[in-house]
């Protein structure tokens, strides 16, 4: 299987609108086609094979199921995982001839996700960078004092410069590295047979990286040592009970709203709790 | 004495989608949602004054730098286009007074929305799309785009509106009592749902075997998955305990990788 130039050119138009900061803005370019699980549906389609790309979407969006960026330091390039990293896993588990449904190809693919991703951070940082030049103009702009020029240059500065980062960090390279991705993991397969201990190792890897995006997740929503036990209640849900995904959420939405009233009853007993203080302190005030 | 000057509902309407479109298109790690915030503030600045040079004054007051959750962040546009609205009108509000105000609000509303958006509902919305993608479904990635567009579109567009016509009440009915219970019940689902979420898709197993006995299955018997949950606390405790960034924690589990493949802890069983 190998990528065309056009479909190659394709993955490179939206590797632009769905990198952080994309073309496409924050919620659509960033949050929606920047999530591996969509950029899955979008890969497959362009390639031909949706159900491949979705599971290989599915399988790199567990690495990545919170990637929160506080204060823009990233620790993963969402563009390069998603249309770097997804074209080379299915590419890399069609090679090797594994069962995309299977266990093996979800490894693979979160590792070679994962790695693209890592790796990716250059293209972050490139864009970025490069976006000064825009604002260098912006500023210009601004210190001229011109309305005219100001309102005619902000807007471009704002949407449209910013495409010229985008076609050489991200359109550039992802259509380059998704041309030559046949060739990449023909030499890899070659030199990596699946027995061997480093393919061993990076199968492993990829079912141990999966991990770190949950635990990264764990790092913004436990705050307190009891609030593992409400983890571990979920983790028991779909682990030892079985339940899917869906009812499971069901089950912490019911959960949710106790906690819910139990905090409102919390807030209505302190305020009434300090008015009573209020008033206390008022008729003091009166006596003296 | 001049008629009250009031923003109208187009110029809104272009500020509240160059917000949403351009918050970040033009980032920089100097200026990172600067040019998003002058671009939404163009089409208000331009309506509510009469000369240029008021123009160019006016919207010389937001090149300060900004940046915060974006999504939550229209909140803070809507209420400097009030704000402006009011210094149109001759209260006497200065830069310092708008600056000082969003600086204030940058970092509590980064806080909120890196938890709340980020944290925990995209993960939600996720972990329930991976649910309904097994065997390679449309109907996962469909979900999420569906659901996230429209409610991100219309919960900004409900901030902005709250921003501006509320103004810093507005932000202060989002850091008070009342949403701190509801901030706690959302994690709260969150929590649950990533649990799931670590037990269902997650497949952390080990090939031991200690005199006959298969240790993989005893695990399951004692506490089916349990190795998922191991490794999910060990890399949490890097990552808050021993403050390692995520691509450490990551090299570390390749050399856990590499060396429990060679001592045979780990054989995820490949063949052609």
């Known amino acids: 299987m190998a990528i065309n130039a056009f479909q190659a050119a394709l993955l490179g138009l939206f590797a632009c609108l769905a990198s952080l900061p994309g073309m496409a803005g924050t919620t659509v370019g960033n949050y929606t086609l920047g999530r591996p699980l969509v950029a899955g549906l979008v890969v497959g389609v362009i390639l031909g094979d949706v159900q491949t790309g979705i599971i290989v979407g599915a399988a790199i969006q567990l690495v990545y199921i919170a990637l929160v960026t506080p204060g823009g330091t990233v620790s993963a390039d969402v563009r390069a995982v998603s249309y770097i990293g997804i074209p080379l896993a299915i590419l890399a588990i069609k090679a090797y001839g594994l069962d995309p449904s299977s266990v093996e190809a979800a490894s693979q693919a979160a590792a070679i996700g994962a790695a693209v991703g890592t790796l990716g951070t250059v293209l972050f940082y490139g864009t970025a960078t490069m976006n000064l030049v825009w604002q260098g103009i912006g500023w210009r702009a601004m210190e001229s004092k011109e309305w005219g020029r100001i309102k005619k240059t902000i807007p471009m500065v704002d949407f449209v410069f910013p495409w010229v980062s985008h076609i050489l960090f991200s359109f550039i390279p992802t259509f380059f590295i998704c041309m030559a991705g046949e060739s990449m993991v023909g030499i890899m397969k070659e030199y990596l047979p699946m027995n061997g201990i480093p393919m061993m190792t990076l199968f492993t890897v990829g079912t141990l990286l999966p991990t770190v995006g949950v635990a990264i997740l764990c790092k913004q929503v436990i ?26 959420a069901v089950v912490a939405v019911f959960f949710a709203v106790l906690n819910y009233q139990l905090q409102q009853a919390k807030n209505v007993r302190l305020a009434a709790a300090t008015s009573g203080n209020v008033s206390a302190d008022d008729e003091e005030e009166e006596d003296i | 004495m001049a008629e009250k000057k009031t923003i109208s509902q187009k110029a809104r309407n272009k500020s509240f989608l160059s917000w949403i479109y351009g918050n970040l298109t033009c980032f920089s790690q100097e200026h990172m949602q600067t040019f998003g915030y002058l671009a939404s503030m163009l089409p208000i600045v331009d309506e509510l004054y009469d000369t240029d040079d008021q123009k160019v004054e006016a919207l010389s007051t937001y090149t300060t730098f900004f940046n915060t959750e974006p999504q939550i962040g229209s909140m803070v546009v809507g209420l400097t286009a009030s704000l402006e609205e009011a210094r149109a009108n001759g209260e006497a509000i200065d830069d310092e007074t708008i600056n000082g105000l969003r600086a204030g609000l940058m970092g509590p509303l980064a806080g909120l929305g890196d938890s709340i958006i980020v944290g925990t509902f995209i993960p939600i919305l996720l972990g329930i799309a991976l649910g309904l993608s097994k065997g390679g479904s449309v109907l996962g990635p469909l979900f999420y785009v569906v659901v996230w567009n429209l409610i991100m579109y219309f919960g900004m567009k409900f901030a902005y509106d709250q921003g501006y016509s509320l103004g810093s009440s507005a932000v202060e009915a989002l850091v008070g009592p009342e949403s701190e219970a509801l901030r706690s019940s959302i994690v709260m689902i969150g929590t649950m749902v990533i649990g799931s979420v670590a037990a269902t898709w997650i497949n952390v197993t080990t090939s031991l075997n200690i005199a006959g006995v298969d240790i993989q299955t005893t695990l399951n018997g004692i506490f089916p998955k349990v190795l998922n949950l191991l490794f999910v606390y060990l890399c949490w405790w890097l990552m808050t ?21 060679v001592i045979g802890v780990f054989n995820p069983g490949l063949s052609y």
Request: proline share 4%.
């Open chain 1, 223 to 248: 705050t307190k040592p009891l609030d593992w036990v409400t983890f571990a209640f979920g983790f028991i849900l779909a682990g030892a009970l079985g339940l899917n995904l869906i009812v499971s």
């Open chain 2, 241 to 261: 305990k021993k403050k390692l960034s995520p691509t450490v924690v990551m090299l570390i589990l390749v050399v856990v990788a590499l060396v429990g493949v």
